[in-house]
């Protein structure tokens, strides 16, 4: 009788590489516009640029069996001179399964797939916010969360939380 033999390290008893996104949800959302209904006559009133800051945080919390719940938490400031007009706030969430990858892969993974993945649904919450606000249309443009998780891999686990200036 022959005798099989594995064609591959992966027949031989080392599981596949998986990602599996299991859930996308909104975990906590918060609007403000503290100067209302002030706010709304200046912005047509006087010449100053509105200002936007956009604040990016990212976490992942390790659900066991696998699963990973990675957070992605957008904070967008908008003011008009010295007056805060909104404060719009995302944390996007998902549920993903990441097993079988090697330490680099898989933290690349949660720094820059996973935040790729749910950065379309945080920026429809936040557009629709700020229009429900009553503020003009606002699209965030596409953030380039390789480019952030390379840098953030060169500056190490003590670097700055990215902030973006519009």
Known sequence: ????????????????????????????????????????????????????????GQRATDLGND????????????TIGERTAYLAEVHQAGVFGIAGFNEQDHAGIIGSYCPNLLFPYARQVISSLVLEGGFPPFLLQPINFDALFAEQQRRGPSGEAPTLNS
Do not use: H, R, W
């Open 1 to 56: 009788m022959a005798e099989v033999t594995p064609a591959n390290d992966q027949a031989a008893g080392q599981a596949m590489p998986q990602l599996v996104l299991q859930k996308i949800y909104v975990k906590d959302v918060s609007f403000e516009a503290p100067n209302a209904p002030q706010i709304f006559q200046e912005i047509g009133e006087n010449d100053l640029q509105p200002q936007v800051q956009l604040n990016l």
């Open 67 to 78: 699963l990973y719940e990675v957070v992605l938490s957008l904070t967008l400031t908008c």
